[in-house]
Structures are given as C-alpha cells and as structure tokens.
C-alpha cells in the first residue's frame, strides 16, 4: 500500500509525544525533508508537555494562583481551542484536568487508583472557567493555586495538523501520518486509491480491526477506554476521566473515531463521544459536522456522518 507510483518511499518512526509516532512520504526520497518534518513533532512536545520542565505549559502551572505566563501565538490558539471545546461541552472535554491526571498517573510508571478523598481535594482546581486568557499580550493565567493544564487529549492531533500543513507546504502530494494511533494522510495512497485505515477491535491484538475507512486529505482519531487502563481488585479502569466526578467516564462505548479534515478538531471530538455515551454522541457529531464510527459495550457498531460525506467504511 505504501509503495508510489514513481518506486519512491520513505518512511521512519521515533518516540516522540509520548508515543511512536511514523511518517510516511510518498513519491520522495529526501530524508532531510523527513527529518525536517521529526524536528516540528519534536518542537510541539517541548512547547505543550506538561512534564516537560522548559515547556510552556508547564510554566503556565508553576504560575497557577500567581501570574500569567505570555506564550507564542500557536499555543495560545491551542489552549483557546480547548477552552472553546470544554466550553461547548460543558466541561466534558477539559484542558484543566491536570491536577486529576497527576492522580490517577495513567501513562507513568506511577499509575494508581486514587482515594475518594484524594479525588475530592482536586476537584475544585478543575475549573475551566478559572483560566484567563488574555488576547493583548497572549498570555494564560490559572486563578487557583495547584491548577494545571493537561492538554494530552488534544496535543497529537494538534502535532498532526502542523505536520501535514508542513508537507503540504513543501510539496508532498502523499503521506501517511501516524501519531500513536491519531492519523493524518494527504492525497491519495500510492496505489492511486484512498488511503484505507483499520480502526483497532478492543482488546485485541494490533493488526485487528473491526472497521476499514477509506479516506482522502483527511484525519481518523479514535479514542477508547482499552487504551490505557488500571485493573484493581477486579475493577476496570480506564483513562478518560470525569472532570465532574474525578473517576473514568460513566459510557456505554468501547471507542469513538472521529474522521474529518481536522486533526486537532477530531482528536477534542473523539475524547468527548467517548466519555458522553452513545446518544449524546450523536448529537454531538451532528453539532459538529463529523463523521463518526461508535462501538458500544455490547459489541454493536453506529456509522454516522453528519455531512454525508463520500467517505467508505468498511465493516470487517
């Protein structure tokens, strides 16, 4: 599939966001172009990780409750971005999470199911409507003392899309953009059709899929609570947390894609259809225009697009 019509490929894969994420060019053998494009993924995860001691937000957090912090332009835009989100969804996707996933710690090495009282006391700092946004200067200021922003439900998809207006910029008619499981492709696949992308059956092993889309310059972002996860005591928990009760969302889903143009747009989307359940979920792709893929907890599969675009999907 990823062989182009000229017999040119390149192709590499590095640890980068917290993940393995490969890049794919068709039609090209220019490696410093490839290189060029791991310098900008490297770049965004340095600007927004919160672990990351010299990235901005977490100076934004070692600020909380005492100044803002003025940011470039293209993190201001991503944070305005998430607080837009959490505000259209009422907080079910919420940028302001940080104290909540330092607790549950899932990703790390530290990772726990917390007390009920340890929940409780952070509960407060996850207040989306505490962080102010200043416009003049590009700054952002978290009112509470021990707030912090945790923007890991929407860095890859933002990450994605600086990488493909990148290629596109420099030419590429063909790529396949891979970012842990959130995925961009410009043009066409190499054999000249759409670029087919298999959507991971839950708790399986990789490589099985339960649906193939094809698509064309667009994104697929899946989120699913059989990503990450804490087995305790028999109990199953998985990463997507509650701002509203500290614990994983309350869903009747397994996993929600999203496919649209907008990498940052479907990563934000398949976070929040995940966490709000299969009806709301609905509503919330028509509010939104997307197309999604849903997999309930009883195995059962909804397509729906609300364009009606001329994407194939392709059930397996």
Avoid at 206 to 223: K, L, N, Q
Wanted: hydrophobic share 40%.
């Amino acid at each position: 599939m990823l062989f182009s019509c000229s017999g040119k490929t390149i192709t590499d894969d590095r640890f980068v966001l917290g993940t393995v994420c490969t890049i794919t060019i068709n039609g090209s053998d220019d490696e410093d172009l490839l290189s060029s494009a791991f310098d900008l993924l490297y770049d965004a995860d340095h600007k927004i990780s919160r672990f990351d001691e010299g990235s901005w937000v977490y100076k934004i957090n070692e600020s909380a409750g005492k100044s803002a912090v003025a940011v470039p332009p293209d993190v201001f835009s991503l944070i305005k971005a998430s607080l837009d989100m959490a505000e259209e969804t009422d907080g079910v996707f919420n940028p302001a999470i940080g104290p909540l996933s330092s607790l549950w710690g899932f990703g790390t090495e530290n990772a726990r199911v917390p007390s009920d009282d340890e929940i409780a006391a952070v509960l407060p700092l996850l207040d989306w409507r505490s962080v102010v946004l200043c416009e003049e200067d590009s700054s952002v200021y978290l009112e509470k003392e021990g707030m912090a922003l945790d923007l890991g439900a929407v860095g890859k998809g933002w990450a994605c899309d600086i990488l493909r207006d990148y290629l596109v910029g420099q030419g590429v008619e063909s790529a396949l953009i891979n970012l842990g499981g959130n995925i961009a492709v410009i043009g066409q696949a190499a054999d000249g059709g759409p670029w087919r992308i298999g959507i991971q059956r839950p708790f399986d092993e990789r490589g099985a899929y339960f649906t193939i889309v094809s698509v064309e310059d667009a994104s697929v972002v899946v989120s699913g609570g059989y990503q990450r996860y804490i087995e305790k005591d028999g109990v199953f928990y998985h990463h997507i947390l509650s701002s509203a009760t500290g614990y994983p969302a309350e869903t009747d889903l397994i996993s929600a894609a999203v496919v649209c143009r907008s990498s940052t747009l479907a990563d934000m989307l398949s976070t929040t259809l995940f966490a709000s359940g299969h009806d709301k979920a609905l509503d919330v792709a028509e509010q939104f225009g997307v197309r999604t893929i849903l997999l309930t907890d009883d195995l059962e599969v909804t397509d729906f697009d609300a364009e009606e675009s001329d994407i194939a999907v392709l059930q397996v």
